[in-house]
């Protein structure tokens, strides 16, 4: 452009900067040169410098599927074989079996890399933001370059862009959330559940839906395939498999020839701890054994702060949520008690809240940080990272991953946040403080979900070049659960849970349905709960069980109440229930009914 009349020293550093003939956007030209956004209009006026449009970038580069082939073991092949042939044989639905460490991210790496060659888009959901980072590093290695990403931590823009990318067949692979099966794909070939077992892709707030029958469906629409993987498959999906529904593909053994761990059961009856610690002595002697050779520890506890629950030894008053039937649980860390459930929070107190006793509260029962505090003092020496999804953010959360995998900490203290999608070379022994700790409630899933977190927790050790080893702290050695994991008998399992499920009518060989009616004074949802059962279509196609109280009874200050539908596998149980409330009543005042067909969760 031409030389403005006037020159400033601001006007001379914008024109230095683009002395070299590129174009600069406006607010990268202000902040290269110093200046302010009045300067560059200054010399657009004066026609010193001119405006061009130019075409948008491409918001992600294209994968590359031949950037960095991997070596695959010959389990990893037959399996990626056995994937291929299975989308020949018309079988759009995969069950991805393999043992924990056997590589199974590597296998359908490929199958991704076969769309991204065709000219489809595929679709990676993960269960846990945690994950992500781990997952988009691995990716990159492979294909060097990051996929599109979709989950809550990104923002209302960066949403945005990855929407239009899908929209307009830029993004040709996306890894995020549940909620990306629903972004615009045009050319979707490929849809991943990785860790399918997953309770976090089952949405229970607003509209219900499960991840992986959706994925099915999304599929299906599409003309496209679906593989879910885990080491741990849920009921459903391995019942599917045994029925031909979906192909089954196992790995059974673990990458380089790395041996699962051998698990122990340590039985609390006779071998339990002294009085106020957490840690068993036969626990404790291998954690000694374990550091004095360089090796990590893993100790998991599936509980999150201090104590979860806290009493007066003077008066015996507890602590619970003034909005919910939950006792308040205190994370010393933070100084704090805390509701799990709606979040309320107070400082912890100095003296009783009833009787005025002073220094006279007292925790009850351990949670990860009163573990960590034992570990603290029985194991001074080592080098200790404490991990749960309430400390820190995922920024940080994830730096602490990194730190592990480099061997900055010798003992990991963790709930189910490490339990999965991590691996850790130096780690070699994984003790478990609680097995039963998931057993104990009236749930229907509780074996399945206990021996799939018990499975993917000691599946952290001996991933790498060195045996690992697993410990178990248990009331309940002869559980059927407990003794699947000490005799490594998976088969066994899931032979007996369907069995078990069968004999009951449970999912997958029936349906249930949840209704929670929930009010700010009990005797509504009580009352509203009875008249829907008076309601309810009679049948021989269904069993109603309540009115109730639910486990959790109240929530936020809402009591909550439940009635609960059991059906034969065919049975249209939407419908029912869909048919069944045009019948009664309509909700006035504060009731609220929340339907939940094929719950996951029973609180």
């Known amino acids: 452009g031409v030389e403005p009349e006037r020159m400033t020293g601001a006007r001379t550093r914008v024109l230095d900067v683009v002395a070299d003939g ?12 110093g200046v302010s956004p009045s300067v560059i209009e200054g010399l657009v006026k004066a026609g010193s410098l001119a405006r061009v449009e130019l075409p948008a970038p491409r918001f992600v580069e294209a994968p590359n599927p031949d950037f960095a082939p991997p070596q695959l073991n010959p389990h990893q092949s037959r399996a990626l074989e056995h994937i291929r042939g299975a989308a020949k044989e018309g079988k759009s639905v995969v069950l991805l079996d393999g043992v924990t460490g056997s590589g199974k991210t590597e296998v359908f790496f490929e199958v991704v890399a076969d769309m991204v060659r065709a000219g489809r888009q595929a679709l990676v959901l993960l269960p846990e933001i945690a994950l992500t980072h781990t997952f988009l590093d691995r990716f990159s290695a492979r294909f060097g370059t990051r996929p599109a990403e979709w989950h809550s931590d990104m923002t209302p823009v960066q949403r945005a862009r990855t929407w239009r990318a899908v929209l307009l067949g830029e993004a040709r692979v996306v890894v995020g959330a549940r909620s990306a099966l629903f972004l615009p794909f045009d050319e979707l070939g490929l849809i991943v559940l990785d ?28 003309g496209a395939r679906v593989i879910l993987s885990s080491a741990t498959p849920s009921v459903e999906s391995r019942n599917n498999a045994n029925q031909g529904r979906y192909a ?305 009874a109240m929530v936020r200050g809402r009591y909550r109440v439940r009635l609960l539908v059991q059906s034969r596998r065919g049975f249209d149980l939407s419908g029912y229930v869909r048919f069944w409330l045009e019948g009664a009543d309509k909700v006035r005042g504060n009731l609220q009914v929340r339907v939940d067909i094929d719950p996951v969760s029973f609180y």
């Open 248 to 552: 089954h593909v196992r790995i059974d053994a673990r990458h380089d020839d790395a041996r699962l761990p051998d698990i122990k059961a340590i039985d609390m009856r006779e071998e339990g701890p002294e009085k106020g610690s957490w840690i068993a002595p036969r626990l404790a002697r291998e954690i000694f054994a374990t550091l004095d050779r360089g090796e990590q520890v893993l100790l998991f506890l599936n509980r999150r702060g201090y104590a979860p629950l806290t009493l007066c030894r003077a008066c015996g008053h507890q602590y619970q949520c003034p909005d919910c039937s939950a006792w308040m649980v205190e994370h010393r860390f933070r100084g704090v008690l805390a509701c799990h459930y709606c979040g309320f929070e107070i400082r912890r107190p100095d003296t009783c809240a009833k009787c005025g006793e002073k220094d006279s509260l007292v925790p009850i029962g351990p949670g990860i940080e009163r573990v960590a505090e034992e570990v603290a003092e029985r194991f001074p020496e080592a080098r200790r990272v404490v991990l749960s999804s309430d400390m820190g953010t995922n920024a940080q959360i994830r730096e602490r991953f990194g730190e592990i995998a480099a061997g900055e900490y010798d003992l990991i203290i963790g709930t189910q946040l490490v339990a999965k999608g991590h691996h850790f070379e130096k780690l070699t022994l994984v003790g478990v403080l609680d097995a039963d700790l998931g057993l104990a409630h009236g749930d229907p899933r509780a074996a399945e979900k206990t021996f799939q977190i018990l499975t993917q927790v000691t599946g952290r050790a001996g991933r790498a070049a060195k045996s690992g080893r697993a410990m178990l702290q248990t009331y309940h050695p002869e559980h059927p659960v407990i003794k699947t994991m000490v005799s490594g008998d998976r088969e066994g399992f899931y032979a007996h849970e369907l069995r078990v499920r069968e004999e009951g009518g449970l999912p997958p060989f029936g349906r249930l349905a949840a209704l929670i009616v929930s009010a700010r004074e009990h005797e509504n949802a009580m009352a509203y709960a009875r008249h829907l059962l008076q309601k309810a279509p009679k049948g021989d196609n269904v069993r109603l069980f309540g009115p109730a109280d639910a486990p959790v």
């Open 22 to 33: 590129m174009a600069w956007s406006k607010t990268a030209l202000v902040g290269e040169s």
């Open 195 to 222: 860790e399918e077992h997953d309770g976090a892709f089952k949405q229970s707030d607003g509209v219900n839906y499960h991840a992986r029958d959706m994925a099915v469906v999304r599929a299906k629409l599409a």
